[in-house]
């Protein structure tokens, strides 16, 4: 038997004995994966021998910690408190704490395996069962992988470039290019309708 992360037991297992129920102790690996595991038993009856076999798997994910730190506002000491675990409204731990001091903190842990939790973004409340016991506001966590958003942020900084590229190639388009001698005003003729000019009055006088 093997997994992903190459935790290897023992192939073959054997024992003889009366009770055929035996335990294999397998060591989860520290990353988030699937065991598959393959059983086959054989036993032997005389000369006859009979097999069976099965094969299953093992999620192994890590566990989310929750926490929460409480108060105890009142001036006495509180006994047998009942912490509940809420996320998205749903009780999914609760944690048993059996005295906080006057005017005192006390941090509430709990494990929960993050196949309970809703992939996504979950929302974690408290509540006890002492209205003199203060719990913290609500906090949003995410279960998974949360979602890259950088993808908008390049998008839009493409579309703003080019927007800025359309405006400078239009207003280029839109400029008319003015001839130099009609900038340099009724002083600058054009030298070609000077030339027609003599010759038309030379014409004349002849």
Known sequence: MQNNSDNTV?????KNSSNPDFVIPIVAPNTTENIYVYVEATAFNGNSKESAYTNFSINVSQPVHLNATLTNTASAP????TVNFLVNGITVKTSM???????????????????????????????T????????????????????????YYIAAVTVAF???L???SGRRNTVKVPKWKRAGK???NPRK?????????MILM
């Open 10 to 14: 023992p192939s073959d297992y054997y």
């Open 78 to 81: 509180a006994y047998n408190i």
């Open 97 to 127: 704490i059996g005295k906080i001091n006057a005017k005192s903190n006390y941090t509430a842990s709990v494990i929960v395996p993050r196949a309970e939790l809703p992939p996504g973004r979950d929302l974690l409340t408290i509540s």
């Open 129 to 152: 069962n002492n209205p003199n016991i203060g719990v913290p506001k609500g906090v949003y966590f995410y279960n998974g992988h949360p979602p890259n958003y950088d993808w908008i």
């Open 163 to 165: 927007a800025i590229f």
């Open 167 to 169: 405006i400078v190639i």
């Open 187 to 189: 002083k600058h003729q």
């Open 194 to 202: 000077t030339q027609n000019k003599g010759i038309t009055k030379l």
